[in-house]
């Protein structure tokens, strides 16, 4: 489903009872909401990092959780209440601080692909060298 999460993590890092609550929904709607919300918040992480890497990201601690503080919020958000605690507020926006740093290439994440201006990654460029024919060939180097 997703490339950093899955819905099975986020429901068991929030809790079923607290997951079911905030999305507010019949149940069979469940997996759409959540996949619409682990979508959104991979699309923010790598809107932010496609500027200096290939992505998705490789697979990271940091990735991971900056994806779950981004799909709690917006559970929080969306909620009847709209209601997002101070504790889950504080925390996307220091997720959208790092992801600004990350942005600037202040964070590095380990084992990510650097691409260039045009979004080519680096590690498949190739670049061309062309020359004047040689100044030294057999024959002028004959009696030497």
Not at 35 to 40: C, D, E, L, N, Q
């Amino acid at each position: 489903m997703g490339n950093y999460i899955e819905q099975e993590e986020l429901v068991e890092r929030i809790g079923s009872t607290r997951f079911n609550s905030l999305c507010g929904v019949n149940e069979d709607e469940i997996d759409s909401l959540a996949t619409g919300i682990i979508a959104r918040a991979e699309a923010m992480i790598d809107s932010h990092a496609c500027i200096l890497y290939a992505v998705p990201l490789p697979a990271s601690e940091l990735v991971e959780e900056w994806a779950f503080t981004i799909a709690e919020y917006e559970l929080y958000k969306r909620s009847s209440s709209s209601d997002v605690p101070q504790k889950i507020k504080n925390s996307y926006d220091e997720t959208l601080r790092l992801l600004a740093k990350l942005a600037e290439g202040e964070i590095k994440i380990p084992g990510a692909v650097s691409v260039s201006s045009d979004g080519t990654p680096l590690t498949t460029r190739s670049f061309a060298v062309s020359s004047s024919d040689s100044l030294m060939d057999s024959d002028s180097l004959k009696g030497f």
